[in-house]
């Protein structure tokens, strides 16, 4: 497994834009695809984004045009770029990795699909 903490998050008005970092260290992740999920109250926690790490992405469709997964050269740091914020996007945001290999990427839109979480960041968009 490896270690992962998240930071970026914080409250901000529709509209605004916010950049999560998310640190990776550990064992050797190079094969190791990311993502970022997203938890409100009373809700199950969803995928927002992930980067497996050939590079291609996924990008849920409530964010899709608006957040924009991306990582370092050496998948030691993944981001997550969000912009034109609503209200709706207000949960908390946890980075995610996994070492699983799946035939196909729809796989990794699943929280068991990752073995390793980071501790998650507030994010909060005030109307």
């Known amino acids: 497994q490896v270690q992962l903490v998240e930071t970026g998050g914080g409250l901000v008005q529709t509209g605004a834009s916010l950049r999560l970092s998310c640190a990776v260290s550990?064992?050797?992740?190079?094969?190791?695809?990311f993502g970022w999920f997203r938890q409100s109250p009373g809700k199950e926690r969803e995928v927002v984004a992930f980067?497996?790490?050939?590079?291609?992405?996924y990008t849920s469709d409530s964010v899709k045009g608006r957040f924009t997964i991306s990582g370092d050269g050496n998948q030691n740091a993944v981001y997550l770029q969000m912009n034109t914020l609503k209200p709706e996007d207000t949960a908390v945001y946890y980075c995610?990795?996994?070492?699983?290999?799946?035939?196909?990427?729809?796989?990794?839109?699943?929280?068991?699909?990752?073995?390793?979480w980071g501790q998650g960041t507030q994010v909060t968009v005030s109307s």
């Open positions: 980067r497996v790490y050939t590079g291609r992405t």
């Open positions: 550990g064992r050797n992740h190079n094969s190791y695809t």
């Open positions: 995610a990795a996994s070492e699983k290999f799946y035939a196909g990427d729809s796989s990794y839109t699943a929280p068991n699909a990752y073995d390793s």
